[in-house]
């Protein structure tokens, strides 16, 4: 059982560590939109994340895809990016008319290029053979799932206060965090070793 909590604080870490924040960037992009009312929406694209980040662990660990660091480092702040242009750009219109297939299959794709960006180092930690690695992943999993939860929890306590008691529209709301996220996401694009070839 001890196991099971290695595992479990290495993912919840991997969320909330604060020199690694594009994480967190990712999730207050995602969630800015949405209040507590459309808990079972955020809590399915959460999910969903977590599944394209644990579905890359476990391509990566097993041999199955490996790409080079440096462009999963660049595409990581696109991924934030482009969540963020797009809620920008749909402020206040309604998310109930939104296809969650559409914005759970980004979701998804999303969260496969931030778990391939944790994959080399998860790898080094993990060690063993290829059965031993499974459970681990598993167990990790469900760190970055918890973790992801008090993220979500803590913008849409933010988003509640903000628009209860300051009297910002959700529209204002979304339209500040987005273009707060993309302000702190652009230099990391910039800065990208990629560029530097």
């Known amino acids: 059982m001890s196991e099971f909590w290695i595992y479990f604080e290495i ?11 594009d994480h967190v960037l990712f999730l207050i992009a995602l969630t800015v939109p949405y209040a507590f009312k459309d808990w079972k929406r955020v809590l399915v694209l959460i999910s969903i994340f977590t599944i394209g980040h644990t ?10 895809v490996i790409i080079k660091a ?3 480092e660049f595409l990581i ?14 402020a206040g219109k309604s998310s109930k008319n939104e296809s969650i297939s559409i914005i759970g299959f980004i979701t998804l794709f999303f969260g496969i290029i931030h778990g391939l960006g944790f994959a080399n180092y998860f790898k080094s930690i993990l060690g063993g053979s290829a059965s031993d690695k499974l459970l681990p992943i598993l167990e990790f999993a469900t ?10 929890f803590v913008v849409l ?3 509640y206060i ?3 008691f300051f009297r910002f529209s959700k529209r204002d709301w979304t339209l500040v ?5 993309i302000g702190i996401v652009l230099p990391m694009i910039i800065e990208s070793p990629i560029w530097h070839r």
């Open 143 to 152: 760190g970055i799932e918890a973790a992801q939860l008090v993220v979500v």
């Open 162 to 164: 903000v628009q209860t």
């Open 157 to 159: 306590i933010l988003s």
């Open 177 to 181: 965090m987005s273009a707060f996220v």
């Open 77 to 90: 702040p696109i991924t934030i990016l482009v969540t963020a242009i797009f809620h920008l750009f749909t």
């Open 11 to 21: 993912g919840m870490r991997h969320v909330l560590d604060i020199r690694a924040y």
């Open 55 to 64: 579905l890359a662990l476990l391509l990566s660990v097993y041999g199955v």
């Open 70 to 72: 440096n462009l999963i």
